[in-house]
């Protein structure tokens, strides 16, 4: 009598803690595909600029959760991109591509006396970030542009600039402190 | 009279370096010929022009209004014709220039129209508030947040006490010292006020014990004017007993929670030169146009001056004397918190409490910075028991997930720290650095998630044009050589059913129904006779016609 409940409560205990196993498996391994291209799109910078190769900052996402593109091919990133990429999907940083120093930020400018009103700029802005109508005078909404330059190409008679972002009181920020230290002798 | 005190945690006993400066009575500082005031001198918003270039403005006029909920409007220091309103340098540590209105004074000093309140007790707390908010009052103590939002506990929240804040912890400054001793009538009317405003059950004044004078003064002026609901509290001597969580602390035994605002445990401050702003706003119809400012350290005569806000700084050095031979730079604040100025021809503005002209001494009296040899003196001292090594290490290395996760952000940069660190570590230079990164950082997320918004919205519209176009192609395509179209799939199927129906009624209009052949005479006659009759009935209801045929029958 006593050596069947042993043998029972001994299955049973088998049972739940393979049950607890196989739970928290199911939780712990759980394959999460489209998270992975989020959480990857949420790191690159969202400039839209093509420049990795790819047709924007989701697709180069996507080609990076495949395992198909390089973690160092974003510009706009640059290092803190490859960085958090890093960190995110645990493979090595690799050295970015080309000279990976941060650029300042650029905003497109439309000198508005030469625009003839084309709207190619319009069809090129990943954004949206730029106003106006066929045969009217363009312009860009600062806050809205990423700085990306696929406006600059297309317009035929050259009238979009691209000008560094201005520093303000409210954008500006304290410098890394330079410190040299010395070693007691 | 005596109140149980409390403590907090580190700080330290400075120098205080007061005496320079606190002998002389405050002086009102020369008017320049040319004010500069920046249309942001505070926290939040900065504030909307209401004036243009040309106008001829009085002393007190609204130069520009407070824009949304923070923000500050301001004020005409002196009368005179408003010159340009442009960028300008201004008290600020990056040195980067800021809008400011530049006002060319015409010497005469004359007031716009005041409204003074006679009985503030008339008025609801909010209309009260709106006269300070319209006055430009913002915390004089050196932050600078506009102080009518401070005067308005909300519906939900009771506030037990109203601290006025005379602790001046910093060295080298005696602006709100001397204030307490010249004007104490100003800041308790204003303190009657404030308490009014905010409905408050009790109000202190609490001063650090190495001001006896104006302790003595504040208390004289109560005992004349026979008020006893306002109490004074005689707080120790440390640094930074003036930070509001370390006053609030000491005075009422309460800890502000991490992140949190002292409403939150029914407690409000304010500075004694606030107090004193709101009473001359509200009493004597003045909105803030000036406040005293200390100059001290390497000047000749230093001393405190009533000085109009919009006042460059380097005509005030004259006033004290000028520049000793060995000033290097000038601080705006003071030595703990103060920060080095970058353009002498910067105006002084509403939070700009000293100006401390730093010697070659001074500077030098720090020595070598060494690596950090991980002494925890800097824990120790700081007030806010954060872990300042810790902070520095990850601030340095950029880990500015770590380095919020040791509460970086309660930090109040007091720079009690970098002061006893052994190793001399520019402490809080690196946290500077590190909040406005994250700032940084913060800002550029919010950009990068419109700009994923908006290319997804973009991205949508196009398909959405491409799968329209597409269909209309498809119909028109079908249109035109309908027969092969062999698809299975509605669209084609209607489209097929259509071109039935067109032929099917073409046939019809072509061909003679068979029943129509080998008609009597009579037959013909009465169909003729149909026919006719229809066609005229029904000569404007053309769409009929095709039924009509039936009828024919
Ligand atoms: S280079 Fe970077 S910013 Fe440009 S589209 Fe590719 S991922 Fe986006
Ligand atoms: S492409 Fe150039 S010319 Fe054409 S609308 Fe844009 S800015 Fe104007
Ligand atoms: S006081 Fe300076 S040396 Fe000592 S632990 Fe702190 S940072 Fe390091
Ligand atoms: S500066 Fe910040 S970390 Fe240093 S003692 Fe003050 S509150 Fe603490």
């Not at chain 1, 928290?24 to 690159?44: G, H, M, N, T, W």
């Not at chain 2, 009985?119 to 609801?124: G, I, R, T, V």
């Not at chain 2, 309460?254 to 702003?277: F, W």
């Not at chain 2, 046939?507 to 003679?512: D, K, L, P, R, S």
Request: with cysteine; charged share 25%; net charge negative.
């Amino acid at each position: 009598m006593l050596d069947m409940l042993t043998a029972i409560l001994a299955i049973a205990g088998l049972a739940i803690v393979f049950g607890l196993l196989l739970g928290y498996a199911a939780v712990r391994f759980k394959v999460e595909e489209d998270p992975v291209v989020d959480q990857i799109d949420s790191i690159l910078p969202q400039t839209q600029c093509g420049q990795c190769g790819y047709a924007g900052c989701r697709p180069y996402a996507e080609a990076i959760a495949a395992g198909e593109a390089e973690i160092n091919l974003c510009p706009p990133g640059g290092e803190n991109t490859m960085l958090a990429l890093a960190d995110l999907l645990g493979r090595d940083p690799i050295a970015l591509d080309e000279e990976g120093k941060p650029q300042p930020k650029m905003v497109a400018v439309i000198d508005e006396d030469t625009c003839i009103g084309c709207t190619l700029c319009v069809q090129a802005c990943p954004v949206d970030a730029i106003l106006g109508a066929a045969k009217q005078m363009h312009t860009v909404i600062e806050s809205e542009c990423t700085g990306c330059e696929l406006c600059v190409d297309p317009c035929p008679v050259d009238c979009i600039e691209m000008k560094p972002l201005e520093e303000t009181i409210q954008t500006w920020k304290w410098p890394y402190p330079v410190v040299v230290e010395q070693r007691k002798r | 009279m005596s109140r149980q005190l409390s403590n907090f945690p580190g700080g330290l006993h400075l120098p205080g370096h007061k005496e320079l400066s606190v002998g002389e009575a405050v002086a009102a500082a020369e008017i320049p010929n040319r004010l500069i005031i920046p249309l942001h001198q505070h926290i939040g918003a900065a504030a909307e022009p209401l004036v243009e270039a040309g106008q001829k403005v009085l002393k007190g006029e609204m130069l520009a209004k407070a824009k949304g909920f923070v923000s500050a409007a301001v004020h005409a220091s002196s009368s005179g014709t408003i010159l340009a309103i442009e960028d300008r340098p201004v008290a600020h540590p990056s040195g980067l220039p800021a809008l400011c209105i530049v006002l060319e004074t015409d010497g005469e000093d004359v007031w716009c129209e005041r409204h003074p309140v006679e009985d503030y007790h008339s008025l609801d707390p909010s209309a009260l508030r709106n006269i300070i908010r319209d006055a430009g009052i913002v915390g004089l103590g050196g932050a600078g947040f506009p102080a009518y939002i401070k005067l308005n506990p909300g519906a939900r929240t009771a506030v037990d006490t109203l601290i006025l804040n005379g602790a001046e912890c910093e060295p080298y400054i005696t602006c709100d010292d001397r204030l307490m001793r010249e004007r104490a009538d100003e800041i308790i009317a204003g303190a009657r006020i404030m308490r009014h405003a905010l409905q408050a059950s009790k109000s202190l004044i609490a001063i650090e014990d190495n001001k006896p004078e104006a302790i003595a003064s504040v208390r004289e002026a109560l005992e004349r004017l026979d008020i006893d609901d306002i109490e004074v509290v005689e707080v120790p001597t440390r640094y930074p007993m003036g930070g509001e969580k370390q006053l609030i602390k000491v005075v009422t035994g309460k800890e502000v929670p991490s992140q949190g605002l002292p409403l939150d445990i029914g407690v409000v401050c304010h500075n004694v030169a606030t107090a004193a702003a709101v009473h001359r706003s509200v009493e004597l119809g003045e909105p803030l146009i000036s406040r005293i400012v200390t100059l001290t350290g390497g000047v000749e005569r230093p001393r405190n001056l009533e000085v109009r806000i919009g006042t460059p700084i380097e005509e005030l050095l004259p006033q004290a004397g000028g520049l000793s031979a060995n000033v290097e730079r000038l601080i705006v604040g003071g030595p703990m918190m103060g920060f080095t100025l970058q353009h002498r021809e910067a105006p002084v503005v509403k939070t700009v409490n000293c100006i401390l002209a730093a010697t070659r001494e001074m500077d030098a009296s720090r020595g070598p910075v060494r690596p950090c040899i991980r002494c925890g003196a800097c824990a120790e001292a700081c007030p806010v028991s954060l872990l300042p090594q810790q902070l520095y290490w990850y601030a340095r290395a950029k880990d500015f997930d770590k380095v919020q996760d040791y509460n970086l952000f309660d930090c109040i940069e007091c720079g009690c720290c970098a002061y006893v660190c052994p190793s001399n570590l520019p402490l809080v230079q690196f946290y500077r650095f590190a909040k406005t990164e994250i700032w940084s950082q913060e800002r550029e997320k919010k950009a990068s998630d419109l700009a994923r918004e908006r290319h997804e919205f973009r991205t949508a519209r196009i398909e959405r044009e491409k799968a329209e176009r597409a269909a209309r192609m498809a119909r028109k395509k079908a249109a035109v050589k309908g027969d092969q179209g062999t698809g299975d799939n509605a669209k084609k199927d209607a489209i097929k059913a259509a071109m039935e129906r067109a032929k099917a009624k073409k046939e019809g209009a072509g061909t003679q129904p068979k029943n129509t052949e080998d008609l009597t005479k009579e037959q013909r006659r009465k169909l003729a006779e149909a026919k006719a009759r229809r066609e005229k009935a029904l000569k404007d209801q053309a769409p009929n016609g095709a039924s009509g045929g039936k009828e024919e029958k």
